[in-house]
């Protein structure tokens, strides 16, 4: 099948430790995606990707870091200096044109303990 | 910098009752118009898009949604909702004067259908 997994579904870490998310897509996209859900606030950029061994900031990276060294791979490392990392994380992957549409990842959940 | 609202945090509709789910946008370019619906717990599944053309644009599961340049709305739209349709509705946009494909999305707005 074709698409786009995020592993694990939940995850537990406890504070000061880093973490890192798992973002696999095989549907030869360029473009890729993490953001942080939490209620209310919807859905916020932390890193994009256009290319591999490319990336940019979205509006929240402080205490995130990515690498995109795979096309088919965009992990996500929630660093200690992420000070509220409770949330649910979402990856997407897309074709890359302006008018494509993002296929999306069904999440994890990340809670600190 | 490119941005969506998405003015109502709950919309409530009668089972079979129209329903409208409001998003305004801002973009220095040509806007790239999404919409996307989200089930408890689960990643977000794709229902339309406006890339250019007709103002009216049709999508999954009788949803549609109405472009307006001067207003800069992106409005979704479906003539008869169901109960089934109660879930997490999410607009998004891309700027086509800008230099990446960078997706915002708004915070997106909880639909409840009562039967």
């Known amino acids: 099948d074709g698409g786009i997994t995020q592993s694990p579904k939940y995850l537990f870490r406890k504070e000061g430790q880093n973490v890192t998310l798992s973002c696999e897509q095989n549907?030869?996209?360029?473009?890729m995606y993490w953001y942080r859900q939490d209620p209310g606030q919807g859905l916020r950029l932390i890193y994009y990707?256009?290319?591999?061994?490319?990336?940019q900031k979205g509006d929240i990276a402080e205490g995130y870091s990515v690498s995109r060294e795979k096309k088919e791979s965009f992990p996500l490392t929630v660093t200690s200096a992420q000070k509220n990392p409770t949330a649910f994380y979402l990856c997407a992957s897309a074709p890359g044109g302006l008018n494509t549409e993002a296929f999306f990842g069904q999440g994890t959940r990340l809670t600190v303990v | 910098a490119q941005s969506v609202a998405q003015p109502e945090d709950q919309v409530n509709v009668a089972e079979g009752n129209p329903l409208t789910v409001k998003c305004t946008y801002s973009v220095s370019g040509n806007p790239y118009l999404f919409w996307y619906v989200q089930y408890p717990n689960r990643g977000l599944q794709f229902l339309l898009k406006?890339?250019?053309?007709?103002?009216l644009v049709k999508g999954s599961y009788g949803f549609e949604a109405e472009f307006n340049k001067s207003q800069t709305s992106f409005h979704l739209k479906k003539p008869s909702a169901l109960v089934s349709d109660s879930a997490l509705y999410f607009c998004a946009v891309r700027d086509g004067g800008g230099a990446t494909n960078k997706l915002i999305f708004g915070t997106g707005t909880l639909l409840a259908v009562q039967p």
């Open positions: 990707s256009q290319i591999v061994n490319d990336f």
């Open positions: 549907l030869n996209h360029d473009a």
């Open positions: 406006y890339i250019t053309g007709d103002n």
